[in-house]
């Protein structure tokens, strides 16, 4: 009976070690596949939630800032003991005769909550946790001032691709919109996918920003958005032309990258573009009018304190939004890869394969966890896998020669599978380590060399040829008819020809 703060206290001690229980019990069960490892995770967060809101609630009682508790356990304690107790034993006698249905075992109740599938919703573009739907801030960005123009793939393997923007629109709400986006997405992405983590472990490393910021260590901001953002000669030499047509020769872009730099505004033709920037050859930024920069992004001498104090707090934002995007970037990196990897596949496909595919899934139906990625798949023979994740064809593994075996001592005797593989990995960086360690150069004459031994024979050979000495067939010297000089090795050719 739950009507004493007391019971309270012990139904709410009761109720932390039911759930350790349960929590104890989920785990020995084995997980299989992506969906049943998620679905475990909700589970588990679901019930530490609960635990933390019994802590809190045992935490206020405890307390006692009304002495309600010291009270209950003063008149348990006075000299009428007896007759207290047995109007507590009346009580509990009367609520289960109100309630005779009252079930003390919760067996089953803590059965179907083993069994409770925690409802996570994801885009179908996010094949239930497993990619990123950035599609909404691909679009955002290619379309915004400050982004650029690539493909999808690229976008996702960049993200936040804010690498290269001018100082002035960094500052600008836009910007800092855009940030916000893609920081809400991926913090809400890690929370439904990663149920069992904290955003404040991914965090921890931003502990110290308020220092860094403040001794100016911050990456790109190293005047905290006080100055200017940047001189002309950091970006163009204007003493090197001589005139505004010579500046057009550089063309709209280029143009447009340097007046940002600047701060000043990077709209009209190329013949403004090139204008605008002319006007800073030779003239402070602090003397020309304000109609020519960027709202925000004007020199600090034209700026009021209030103007300074703003701009300042808006890079200070900015930069914050990018270390957070940047950490959970980091902490997604996987996530990233695999995304990468399901757009270019999707890329390679054609559009009736597309459909086809989509037809197969909605006749199947949605995954069985026998169906799932981690399904035991029999391969005796460990073929390689291909894009669907079973062994390829035997007569294909035959076909491309994946049987063969090539190793290569330079490599830390490394082996390769087929002669593709084999082939491609010269131009692979363990290899081109590897000679470095041994100070040969990794050109074409080292090709197909595994031996060290061999390697470096061949390179000795090499350069004794390259020392010097006397080379008939290039250095001696034959004269035609004609007065024509040729090396000894072309004039025999050609003698032999009969063209002499």
Not at 17 to 40: C, M, N, P, S, Y
Request: charged share 30%; net charge negative; proline share 3%.
């Amino acid at each position: 009976m739950a009507s004493t703060l007391l019971e309270q206290t012990r139904s709410a001690h009761e109720e932390c070690e039911r759930l350790e229980r349960l929590i104890v019990r989920d785990f020995r069960t084995d997980a299989k596949g992506h969906t049943e490892r998620l679905a475990q995770g909700h589970r588990v967060r679901k019930m530490l939630d609960q635990i933390k809101a019994q802590a809190e609630k045992l935490t206020r009682i405890y307390a006692d800032e009304d002495d309600v508790r010291k009270e209950e356990i003063a008149a348990l304690r006075g000299e009428n003991m007896y007759s207290a107790f047995y109007e507590r034993l009346k009580d509990v006698r009367d609520y289960h005769r109100r309630y005779p249905y009252l079930e003390v075992s919760e067996v089953e109740a803590d059965e179907a909550a083993l069994r409770e599938p925690v409802p996570v919703v994801f885009s179908g573009e996010e094949g239930g946790g497993r990619y990123l739907d950035l599609h909404a801030h691909f679009h955002r960005f290619v379309n915004a001032k400050f982004g650029r123009q690539l493909d999808y793939a690229a976008f996702v393997g960049g993200v936040p691709c804010t690498e290269g923007v001018p100082r002035a629109l960094r500052l600008g709400q836009p910007y800092r919109e855009y940030l916000a986006g893609l920081l809400e997405y991926l913090e809400s992405f890690y929370q439904r996918t990663q149920p069992l983590s904290s955003l404040s472990k991914v965090y921890a490393k931003l502990e110290g920003f308020e220092a860094e910021w403040a001794a100016g260590s911050v990456p790109d901001w190293g005047d905290r958005g006080e100055g200017a953002a940047g001189g002309a000669a950091a970006v163009i030499d204007l003493e090197a032309f001589e005139a505004v047509e010579e500046l057009e020769t550089l063309g709209a872009d280029r143009l447009k990258e340097a007046l940002g730099a600047l701060g000043l505004k990077t709209g009209g033709t190329l013949r403004q573009r090139a204008e605008r920037l002319w006007l800073t050859r030779g003239t402070p930024l602090e003397a020309l009018d304000k109609k020519h920069f960027v709202k925000g992004a004007a020199p600090a001498s034209l700026r009021t304190p209030e103007q300074t104090a703003r701009q300042a707090a808006a890079a200070k934002d900015a930069a914050l939004l990018e270390v957070k995007v940047g950490a959970l970037r980091d902490a997604l990196g996987s996530v990233v890869e695999d995304t990468v990897g399901n757009v270019e596949k999707k890329q390679a496909r054609t559009y009736e394969e597309l459909q086809a595919e989509q037809a197969e899934a909605d006749e199947a139906g949605p995954l069985s966890d026998s169906e799932d990625e981690d399904e035991y798949i029999y391969n005796p023979l460990k073929l390689p896998l291909g894009w669907d994740g079973k062994p390829i064809p035997y007569w294909l593994y035959k076909l491309h020669g994946l049987n063969q075996e090539f190793k290569c001592e330079i490599c830390g005797n490394a082996s390769y599978w087929g002669r593709r593989a084999f082939e491609r990995h010269f131009k692979e960086w363990r290899h081109q380590n590897g000679m470095r360690a041994l100070g040969i150069p990794n050109n074409k004459n080292f090709f197909e060399v595994t031996q060290i031994k061999d390697a470096l024979e061949l390179w000795n050979s090499i350069q004794e040829r390259e020392v010097g000495g006397f080379k008939a067939e290039v250095e001696e010297e034959f004269e035609d008819d004609s007065g024509n000089v040729y090396n000894r090795k072309t004039y025999e050719l050609l003698k032999r020809q009969g063209l002499l």
